[in-house]
């Protein structure tokens, strides 16, 4: 009778929640993750780095001497852009890392780079308003664009990033387009890099159609193959380029620290819509993670973390060409977290994870569904190599292979025909 009551109540509360709300609905996901939390599977499912790579004494030690050398301010209330020392050395970064000549002006810090991608939709987007993204695309770019309630269009992806003739071709159909988000070294959830000519043609269609480009870098420092090309912002000739990455996957998610930069004119309003939101991002974690790169040599602690997942993304190519059957595609990245696969036309991977993979091999992956604006696409899913060791790696997609092989899929008491 409790129940029923508090259900109904519930339901009943349902009504005073704003559509954006109603409509921006992750049921799929969150039954994925549960099952991929299971101790029993071997997930495949989250973008995690390695937990045995984070630097746990070096960043206690961060904080502590941050709190110490800074005395009682560090707990005050501090800049909505963040501590001028930590973003000089981000500008310093980009401009030896990405070859984005920057000021500490037009830096901001950020709560990961999940708020800074939320942060350019609340500038920029009204409901209904064009935006481009790439199919497939990062789920939680999609999330936090949700919510905005935005109209898509989306663009392939292939081996050279994102299409760039269906991107001109969308942009003369749809010239009110305002936003273009990209995700171009390492993609997520494909892997793949965007060529420089690509980028190139990228600034100048932007510039062309009047739009605003959203990069999306969280894995630029992790290449385990191959040379580093310059951002897109590199290209930018109009400021209309924002850059945003974060420090997730290069030392730890944990410390909710991202940063984007955008030339001033964009910068003020970033501020402001910044500063209504939470005001500033915690300071005493700004202070550690700018007294760690005083104290640490981060390029050091990277080439440390490719080296670890270069070994992983290898354990996960060799198992999956030992025992995929041939008729199942998959990307082959220079580095990043994931590899796309592309199941034949007719299989649902989403289906196909919930009534056999999991209960039968007891592994996860993300399926593609979830992964493209349209939710049209359903016959790929991403993987991810860095969170496991390679012998598990290899165990899981040597279960999942097997269910994937023809043969053993005729013999399954589903639906599903490959």
Same mark, same amino acid.
């Given at each position: &009778?409790?129940?029923?009551?508090? =259900?109904?109540?519930?339901?009943?509360?349902?009504? %005073?929640?704003?559509?954006?709300?109603?409509?921006?609905?992750?049921? $799929?996901?969150?039954?994925?993750?549960?099952?991929?939390?299971?101790?029993?599977?071997?997930?495949?499912?989250?973008?995690?780095?390695?937990?045995? @790579?984070?630097?746990?004494?070096?960043?206690?030690?961060?904080?502590?001497?941050?709190?110490?050398? $800074?005395?009682?301010?560090?707990?005050?209330?501090? /800049?909505?852009?963040?501590?001028?020392?930590?973003?000089?050395?981000? #500008?310093?970064?980009?401009?030896?890392?990405?070859?984005?000549? /920057?000021?500490?002006?037009?830096? &901001?810090?950020?709560?990961?780079?999940?708020?800074?991608? $939320?942060?350019?939709?609340?500038?920029?987007?009204?409901?209904?308003?064009?935006?481009?993204?790439?199919?497939?695309?990062? &789920?939680?770019?999609?999330?936090?664009?949700?919510?905005?309630?935005?109209?898509?269009?989306?663009?392939?992806?292939?081996?050279?990033?994102?299409?760039?003739?269906?991107?001109?071709?969308?942009?003369?159909?749809?010239?009110?387009?305002?936003?273009?988000?990209?995700?171009?070294?390492?993609?997520?959830? /494909?892997?793949?890099?965007?060529?420089?000519?690509?980028?190139?043609?990228?600034?100048?269609?932007?510039?062309?159609?009047?739009?605003?480009?959203?990069?999306? !870098?969280?894995?630029?420092? %992790?290449?385990?193959?191959?040379? !580093?090309?310059? *951002?897109?912002?590199?290209?930018?000739?109009?400021?209309?380029?924002?850059?945003?990455? !974060?420090?997730?996957?290069?030392?730890?998610? *944990?410390?909710?620290?991202?940063? %984007?930069?955008?030339?001033?004119? =964009?910068?003020?309003?970033?501020?402001?819509?910044?500063? #209504?939101?939470?005001?500033?991002?915690?300071?005493?974690?700004?202070?550690?993670?700018?007294?760690?790169?005083?104290?640490?040599?981060?390029?050091?602690?990277?080439?440390? %973390?490719?080296?670890?997942?270069?070994?992983?993304?290898?354990?996960? @190519?060799?198992?999956?060409?030992?025992?995929?059957?041939?008729?199942?595609?998959?990307?082959?990245?220079?580095?990043?977290?994931?590899?796309?696969?592309?199941?034949?036309?007719?299989?649902? #991977?989403?289906?196909? =994870?919930?009534?056999?993979? @999991?209960?039968? *091999?007891?592994?996860?992956?993300?399926?593609?569904?979830?992964?493209? #604006? !349209?939710?049209?696409?359903?016959?790929?899913?991403?993987?991810?190599?860095?969170?496991?060791?390679?012998?598990?790696?290899?165990?899981?997609?040597?279960?999942?292979? *097997?269910?994937?092989?023809?043969?053993?899929?005729?013999?399954?008491?589903?639906?599903?025909?490959?």
């Amino acid at each position: &009778m409790i129940f029923a009551k508090k =259900l109904a109540e519930a339901l009943n509360m349902k009504n %005073l929640f704003a559509d954006r709300v109603l409509n921006n609905s992750t049921a $799929d996901l969150d039954e994925i993750f549960k099952n991929s939390a299971n101790p029993e599977n071997i997930s495949f499912s989250g973008g995690f780095p390695d937990n045995h @790579l984070f630097p746990e004494a070096d960043l206690k030690q961060a904080y502590q001497d941050a709190i110490t050398n $800074d005395g009682p301010a560090i707990f005050q209330y501090q /800049t909505t852009q963040g501590p001028l020392a930590l973003r000089k050395k981000i #500008a310093a970064r980009m401009q030896q890392h990405a070859e984005v000549p /920057t000021t500490a002006n037009e830096v &901001m810090l950020t709560q990961g780079g999940q708020q800074a991608i $939320d942060l350019v939709a609340k500038l920029v987007l009204n409901h209904g308003d064009a935006m481009i993204v790439e199919g497939p695309t990062y &789920m939680g770019a999609l999330a936090a664009f949700d919510t905005y309630e935005p109209t898509y269009y989306e663009v392939p992806v292939d081996q050279h990033g994102m299409d760039i003739r269906v991107l001109r071709k969308t942009l003369r159909q749809h010239p009110e387009i305002k936003l273009i988000y990209t995700v171009p070294d390492f993609h997520n959830p /494909t892997g793949t890099t965007m060529s420089i000519k690509r980028r190139q043609e990228l600034v100048a269609l932007a510039n062309q159609y009047n739009c605003l480009i959203l990069e999306d !870098s969280p894995y630029r420092d %992790l290449r385990y193959n191959g040379k !580093s090309v310059p *951002a897109v912002k590199h290209f930018d000739t109009e400021g209309r380029v924002i850059f945003i990455s !974060s420090f997730s996957k290069i030392l730890s998610p *944990a410390l909710r620290t991202g940063w %984007l930069v955008a030339d001033e004119h =964009l910068m003020t309003e970033l501020i402001n819509l910044k500063s #209504a939101i939470d005001v500033q991002s915690p300071n005493v974690t700004l202070a550690a993670v700018n007294t760690y790169l005083d104290e640490h040599d981060l390029d050091a602690h990277i080439a440390k %973390l490719n080296a670890a997942y270069k070994v992983k993304r290898d354990a996960m @190519l060799t198992a999956m060409d030992r025992y995929f059957p041939k008729n199942v595609q998959y990307t082959r990245p220079n580095g990043g977290f994931f590899i796309w696969v592309t199941l034949p036309d007719n299989v649902d #991977a989403h289906e196909l =994870l919930t009534d056999v993979i @999991l209960p039968q *091999a007891h592994v996860a992956y993300v399926p593609s569904s979830c992964q493209f #604006a !349209s939710r049209k696409v359903k016959n790929g899913f991403r993987l991810n190599y860095t969170s496991l060791a390679p012998v598990t790696i290899t165990r899981g997609i040597q279960r999942l292979g *097997a269910l994937l092989q023809p043969q053993a899929a005729a013999n399954l008491q589903t639906a599903i025909q490959f």
